[in-house]
């Protein structure tokens, strides 16, 4: 009975563990790279649109020439179309991060859940721009069984990333700059994010986005904009 409950216990981790691992694909595929034969990169920015901060990253973006791919909420794009709209029309890629953002629970969903936050989400985008999206990022990068296969069914692919700068929660410029620097590599997919924190003074997502083109225009890299990209 014992090693009976064992193996149960076993198997009811190897369910849950994974869902819990941050761009984990035991589930089902996850891109976190590209092919390419260019030092080039992937940009995206999860959590907006945001008024105190997206416009100025969209500014930021436009005076680079570059352009990136934002994994919005829905609640967010139901708040502020105009800013998703803004988002399409500059040639930015508009894509679902489901449209509650429940870090803390999402990773847990039963299929029902799942479909209604990603299809929710899908739904807001569409109204807003005319399009519907083609990817999908869950909430922190965790996802279970359910997700990945409801994911499936409405056609999005999974995405992941490769460097990030750990910006969702604390804010330091320099820090967030040099995490994704020493990240960086040819294929990579970065990540950003341009929701609003307590403390944070409006435009201040878009200085940090800005140091950290410049540093790694530097570096050499270049940006793409393929909305295939992730198929490394």
Not at 174 to 202: E, F, K, N
């Amino acid at each position: 009975m014992n090693r009976m409950r064992q193996l149960q216990a076993y198997a009811g981790w190897m369910l849950v563990l994974p869902g819990v691992i941050r761009n984990c694909g035991w589930f089902g595929r996850v891109e976190k790279s590209f092919l390419t034969q260019k030092r080039e990169l992937l940009l995206t920015i999860d959590d907006g649109p945001d008024p105190r901060q997206t416009p100025q990253i969209l500014d930021a973006l436009a005076q680079a020439k570059v352009r990136a791919v934002f994994f919005v909420i829905g609640k967010n794009v139901k708040a502020y179309p105009a800013l998703c709209r803004r988002m399409t029309e500059e040639g930015h890629s508009v894509q679902n991060h489901t449209f509650s953002h429940n870090s803390a629970t999402f990773w847990s969903v039963g299929p029902r859940r799942a479909k209604e936050e990603i299809e929710r989400c899908s739904l807001a985008i569409q109204n807003a721009t005319g399009r519907l999206p083609l990817q999908f990022r869950p909430p922190v990068g965790m996802a279970n069984p359910f997700v990945h296969l409801v994911a499936e069914s409405c056609g999005l692919k999974m995405m992941g990333w490769s460097a990030t700068g750990h910006d969702g929660i604390a804010h330091n410029p320099s820090r967030v700059v040099q995490r994704i620097r020493r990240s960086a590599t040819p294929g990579g997919i970065v990540l950003l994010h341009d929701s609003h924190l307590r403390g944070m003074r409006p435009g201040e997502r878009a200085c940090t986005l800005s140091a950290l083109l410049n540093t790694l225009k530097g570096d050499g890299y270049l940006f793409t904009d393929r909305l295939d990209a992730g198929s490394a």
